[in-house]
């Protein structure tokens, strides 16, 4: 067994190129959701999943790719290509005084509070969850855009969250809600426009309908353990996935065939951990994934990497961007060269600036947003270049923390949530929209 974060050199990565809005992403772990049965022993079952169905696997080689194949359980949607996209972070001035609603922005930038937990969204009779987490966008028919949200509070089968869909007849006014009783928490394939969530029970992975028109549907394949967030590589199919244990791993799960569409099949594959010599990784099956026996999944392969307190993930131009709060640290890890690098070193003096490194999105260019778990309560882009740029901090939420980072299609509008509101509150979550020139269009 090794341990990142004391192996691994700091390299430069180079990074950039112009892209579309698509990325995949995911949150912060669900505490205890990965528990396996109190009083067990030995080989174990694990508990059924409370209403969600498991549409099982498919015999079919899971050391093969089947394009023309798969299961498709979602259907594809008819959504409009995403912009070409050109970013301006870069640009971005000086944080300055807090706003009405307590955020410092730059100068040309403007926020609004679009959802409190416990308050009715604006318009409806819905109120918002408990302890809003990890967000994802998803592009819609109409050109426009839902921003989902998943709540940190443990339910019975899994956890509450909801989604907001705003207006494009007001300009992105009022939202329209729609709530997900299941909306777990998971990773965002803009391609697929399927969410793939993680929690609920024994630690499993449940892939969701960020539309709110199919139920959550069980994937075992991927493993069971404490799931933290996860990323889909669009182009080789892959989903990445981190584990928020103090001795957790990076994985890799690789699906037997794709669906018709050319996804991921998420019933069938076999699952991976990471092995790094030097900047070298190396991928081992796990036997055992879906801990039957009486050892870990982390603990399966004993020359597995040890990340520490894995967090966020991003999939951007054929890199993995991940965190790692146990150690301070944003990685990259190159897919095409099997290569892994620390992109930032919050233990290095010469790197201050994020401190609580947590959940992560990614420009269209490349720049790498990190939010906050405490610190300074700030969204901080690190730049391809390597420069930090401050781009939000909430004020007066000194309890809390910053989650659910994401863009909308068009790149102007990023969203956010102060996990625990005010730091004399109860810990009501407050959901916010920053407008501004993130990015313009090309052409």
Known sequence: MTEAGILLPRRTLLRGGLAGFAAAMMTRALPGCSARPRGDSGRRGHPPDAGFPDVGASPVDAGTIEVDGGLSYFEPRAVPAPPALRSLIANVGPLGAPDANGLRLPPGFTSRVIARTGERVAGTSYSWHLLPDGGATFATEDGGWIYTSNSEMVLVGGVRGGALRPDRRHHGGLPHPRPHQRQLRGLQDPVAHVAVLRGGLAGRVFECDPYGERPAVVRPALGIFKHEAAAV???????????????????????????????????????EVAAVDADRVTWQSLPDPQWMGAMPTRMQVPGSTVFRGGEGIWYHAGVIYFSTKGTNQVWAYNVA??????????????????????????????????????????IVAILPSG???????????????????????????LYFSSQRGLSTGSGSGWTFEITGPFHERMG
């Open 233 to 271: 590589d669009t182009v080789n199919a892959h989903v990445y996935l981190t584990e928020d244990e103090s001795d957790g791993r990076l994985y890799r799960y690789v699906p037997a065939r794709r669906t018709p569409q050319g996804h991921p099949d998420l019933s069938v594959g076999r699952l």
């Open 387 to 413: 420069e930090l740029k401050p781009l939000m901090q909430v004020v007066g939420h000194d309890s809390s923390e910053v989650t659910g980072p994401a863009f909308d299609p068009s790149g102007t509008r």
């Open 337 to 378: 060269a099997a290569t892994i690098s620390v992109l930032y070193d919050g233990r290095s003096m010469a790197m201050p600036g994020i401190r609580g490194v947590d959940n992560l999105t990614v420009s269209c260019c490349g720049d790498v947003l990190v939010a906050e778990d405490t610190g300074s309560m700030q």
